[in-house]
């Protein structure tokens, strides 16, 4: 049976097709101007812009960096729970859409608010940080010289397909007890599921399937690893909890951490000043971090919430049960607040790139933390280090809820592996 295409409720016409005129936030034309589409939307609509999602099912983006607060802090107004979204209660989303593996209800706490949430969040804040006091940094180190050593004779590498898209993914599969053999069969779906598509709902599954495995054997083979950590906290999680749990922190902690990853050592490799600051000891890492995270946030649209009632928003009338998704790169780069994109932002903190209120991110520290222990054993490593192609060469793709480098040639001068 054929889903009759949703109409946007409360919407109205910006000239890009779709029911009652809607933006697309997905296909081509965001694969190749994301922020040229946000830069558009805010003209024709300010700070709040109906669009459409994959399967041209209609949401509110968010825009303006005072209204994503708005939305972020107040779970009140702005639900995680998606058993409210009325279009998916009224039959108009199937449940094999690409978008349920990022905007479905799950048994974990970023699908749900109040003491839920509290219960289900504090197991994994205190494994994050159990996993944070036994130190991640001899892990990232390990993995940053294996991967380096794949490629240190060459004298030439792509940054992003040799180094950042599976070194964060390999940290985790020890960091969950995982055999390092899944790594890369787990970057790939989950890469996969942010991506959307056909495919994405089968390479949810695969993630499931591999999480399950480690679930069953973490009850008779425990460890010092997060797995176990979930299944033996007091919050009591059950089976389901535990596993939905892995996935989240999986895929999240992996796409973000790679993302920004590559962000970072592009803003390293284009700017000689930040590069040679931090070979210098003038410059910290966390500033370079920190910039990238108000220009390009790991994160572009944040998915999702559900208002719990009739409101206003942005000047838009928003209905309940309709689906918001908070730009974070849009909100960032609002003119409102930052009328210079170029302005100094060393040491302000403020960017929305780990999202807001009680689901701000819980593994901002550890995710920093293998950012910068990567980047400076590359830069330790590898003498010479400069791009290959010129800065304007280097070129993104985009899906609904990120934007990742493709590529980064980069050049060296050859050495040993066990150099």
């Known amino acids: 049976m054929t889903t009759p295409a949703p109409q946007a409720s409360g919407g109205c016409p910006v000239g890009h097709g779709g029911p009652d005129g809607a933006a697309r936030l997905y296909g081509q034309d965001v694969a190749r101007e994301q922020r040229g589409i946000y830069d558009r939307l805010r003209k024709q609509h300010g700070t709040v812009a109906p669009v459409l999602l994959e399967g041209d099912v209609p949401a ?46 799950r048994p974990d706490c970023v699908s749900q608010d109040g003491e839920p949430h509290r219960r289900l969040r504090g197991a994994v804040t205190d494994n994050l940080q159990a996993l944070a006091d036994r130190g991640v940094k001899r892990h990232v180190t390990h993995f940053a010289n294996k991967q380096i050593d794949a490629f240190a004779e060459e004298g030439s590498a792509d940054l992003v397909g040799q180094y950042a898209e599976y070194l964060p993914m390999l940290v985790l599969t020890r960091l969950f007890g995982l055999p390092e053999r899944e790594g890369r069969r787990l970057a790939e779906s989950c890469a996969q599921v942010l991506k959307g598509g056909a495919d994405a709902v089968a390479h949810n599954d695969r993630i499931m399937q591999i999480l399950q495995a480690l679930a069953e054997r973490k009850h008779t083979e425990p460890g010092a690893d997060f797995t176990t950590g979930l299944l033996g906290h007091g919050a009591g999680l059950d089976d389901d909890e535990v596993l939905n749990h892995l996935r989240l922190v999986l895929i999240t902690a992996h796409t973000t951490t790679s993302n920004l990853l590559a962000r970072v050592l592009q803003s390293v490799l284009t700017h000689p000043s930040h590069m040679a600051g931090l070979v210098s000891g003038q410059l910290n890492m966390s500033a370079v971090v920190g910039e990238v995270m108000w220009n390009t946030p790991p994160l572009a649209v944040l998915p999702g919430r559900f208002a719990t009632a009739d409101l206003e928003l942005g000047g838009r009338q928003i209905k309940e049960g309709d689906l918001i998704v908070p730009g974070l790169a849009a909100g960032n780069l609002d003119p ?27 593994g901002q520290g550890i995710g920093q933390g293998i950012i910068e222990t990567s980047v400076s054993v590359l830069l330790h490593r590898l003498s010479g280090l400069r791009l290959a192609v010129a800065p304007e060469e280097l070129t993104s793709t985009a899906s609904t809820w990120e934007a990742r480098l493709d590529r980064l040639p980069v050049e060296f001068t050859p050495q040993s592996a066990a150099a």
């Open 60 to 105: 509110w983006l968010i825009l303006g960096y005072r209204e994503n607060r708005r939305v972020l802090e107040n779970p009140r107004q702005f639900a995680r729970d998606s058993r409210i979204w009325r279009d998916w209660k009224e039959g108009r989303v199937e449940d094999a859409s690409p978008l349920i593996p990022m905007l479905g209800w």
């Open 336 to 362: 409102e607040i930052r009328p210079d994109a170029s302005t100094d932002l060393h040491g302000n903190q403020a960017h929305l790139a780990f999202s807001g209120g009680a689901h701000e991110c819980p």
